[in-house]
């Protein structure tokens, strides 16, 4: 089984300034890893995925994440967010055969103010 | 299109009454899924189709019965819910052979009152 742990809730940041959000992970097969994007009343949005190759992937709007296998997680990061950047952050992870059955992290509420 | 598109956007319903909620995708992708979000939560898997056959049901309870009746469609049949249900009602889909990423629609807000 997998499971995933975003230890922060919430994270508030000033506009323009930089930002990471954690996520750490346990499983005992070999994963694929998500970060997906999700605004009030709407659905998710993938920001970007680790497959395999290099560890430090880059996504959607200016965001990256690193995977770290020894320490069994994958930051997401940006250098400057924007207030349009609000919004909750999650984490998935799915077995890398097989059916994806994503398994979300609690989420992190991303505030961003002027 | 990278598009999978959910109807109705918002539903209220009894707990006799009898709804469905509908998915729609163009993309070719095999393998569709049902996932439940409460409120402030991760959503949660609920069934996921392949070749429009149902090969996974997180025990979900019998009064959610999902259909797909061809590889675009998916479709969640509801029958007597509870208020413990209400709920973001998220579809989504991916490429059978490559379980690399899943497309996730806008969802169906359920109240059931």
């Known amino acids: 089984a997998q499971s995933v742990t975003q230890l922060d809730s919430q994270v508030p940041v000033f506009e323009e300034a930089p930002v990471e959000l954690r996520c750490n992970y346990s499983s005992s097969v070999s994963v694929y890893l998500f970060w997906y994007v999700q605004y009030p009343n709407q659905g998710l949005q993938l920001l970007l995925k680790y497959l395999s190759g290099s560890t430090l992937v880059k996504g959607i709007n200016g965001f990256e994440a690193e995977f770290n296998k020894s320490q069994t997680s994958f930051h997401l990061r940006k250098p400057s967010v924007h207030i349009s950047d609000t919004a909750e952050y999650f984490c998935a992870v799915t077995p890398n055969t097989g059916f994806q059955k994503l398994v979300f992290g609690t989420g992190t509420r991303l505030l961003v103010s002027p | 299109d990278t598009e999978v598109t959910q109807t109705p956007k918002h539903l209220v319903m009894g707990m006799t009454n009898k709804k469905s909620l509908k998915c729609e995708q163009h993309?070719?992708?095999?393998?569709m899924y049902w996932y439940k979000q409460k409120a402030k939560k991760p959503p949660e898997l609920m069934f996921v189709y392949s070749y429009e056959k149902l090969s996974i049901n997180e025990s979900v309870p019998s009064r959610f019965s999902p259909e797909c009746p061809n590889s675009s469609l998916l479709n969640l049949h509801l029958h007597a819910l509870q208020p413990e249900d209400s709920a973001l009602y998220l579809c989504a889909s991916s490429e059978q052979s490559l379980n690399t990423e899943a497309f996730f629609g806008q969802g169906t807000r359920l109240t059931v009152v």
């Open positions: 993309m070719g992708h095999r393998a």
